[in-house]
């Protein structure tokens, strides 16, 4: 009984460690192409050399990916694993086209005559086509088939519900894998654009974490005032960042920054604190 339990667990994590396959049966008439291809952070220069660090910001883990064709037509199909699903949906937004509507396949997703994508739990799904012309419908046979294959939340992340809509350019809201606001110690956060400035939300480890990075921003800016917000919080005006409000509320720092001087940022932080659980 022992045996077979410990066989269970070693399949299940080989399973794991070998990422999902993707393969070519997702459309009938359609075969691979070459070997199939993994990649892993410390190689993945060689596949997609010049933009790698679009991928390992995103804190990237592995890719997997295969190559189909029919006729002259090939699909470059890849499946890249990132370490959350915050980071998979991070990295769909940070690679969606902007003219084109983003829909709901897996998590989000977006289909072109030639490229598709989208994002479900913590896996970025991505699909190429060549030659040129208009790919679009067997690149969404392949989207729809594979939604389902993997598993796993279709829920975008919190904290994208929780910025005030009023105002809001819905489309401007995105993951900042690293130095949100242009500090390095506010090491990754969620972003959106308003009409006037910009609202922040930064995940920390726990409240404490959260109450000692808000001390170091605050000697940071300098000249900052109290703010009666949250658990605590300050605003200033700075050369580089406008008008600015930041509050902590438990673990998340949070708040709006570059507006103009006729703007008062606390009515505006308190919106976004009001939306916070």
């Given at each position: ?19 999902i ?21 410390e ?6 050399n010049?933009n ?25 199909f ?25 829909e ?8 072109g ?5 989208f ?11 060549n ?18 294959k ?24 995105r ?15 969620y ?6 400035g910009?609202a ?42 406008g008008?600015?409000c930041?509050?902590?509320k ?12 006729d ?15």
């Amino acid at each position: 009984m022992r045996q077979a339990a410990l066989l269970l667990w070693a399949a299940s994590w080989l399973q794991a460690a070998a990422g999902i396959q993707p393969d070519c049966s997702a459309v009938p008439g359609w075969t691979q192409k070459g070997p199939l291809r993994t990649y892993i952070g410390e190689n993945l220069y060689e596949y997609i050399n010049g933009n790698s660090e679009g991928y390992l910001v995103y804190n990237f883990k592995r890719m997997d990916g295969v190559t189909c064709a029919k006729g002259e037509v090939e699909l470059v199909f890849d499946i890249s694993e990132m370490e959350s699903p915050d980071f998979a949906w991070g990295i769909l937004v940070s690679n969606r086209d902007p003219n084109r509507p983003v829909e709901k396949i897996g998590t989000a997703g977006q289909v072109g005559p030639r490229r598709a994508i989208f994002a479900k739990d913590k896996y970025f799904v991505e699909i190429a086509a060549n030659p040129a012309g208009d790919h679009s419908q067997v690149l969404r046979a392949f989207l729809t088939h594979w939604e389902k294959k993997i598993p796993g939340s279709t829920k975008a992340p919190d904290a994208v519900g929780w910025f005030p809509e009023e105002g809001l350019n819905k489309d401007s809201v995105r993951l900042i894998p690293e130095s949100v606001l242009g500090f390095r110690m506010l090491r990754r956060g969620y972003q959106a654009l308003y009409a006037k400035g910009k609202a922040v939300v930064v995940p920390e480890a726990s409240p404490e974490a959260a109450s000692g990075l808000l001390a170091k921003l605050k000697d940071r800016i300098g000249n900052t005032k109290p703010a009666a917000l949250g658990d605590e919080a300050f605003q200033a005006d700075d050369k580089f960042l406008g008008r600015i409000c930041i509050f902590r509320k438990g673990r998340f720092l949070a708040g709006f920054a570059n507006l103009p001087a006729d703007t008062d940022p606390l009515p505006l932080a308190q919106k976004l604190l009001a939306r916070m659980p």
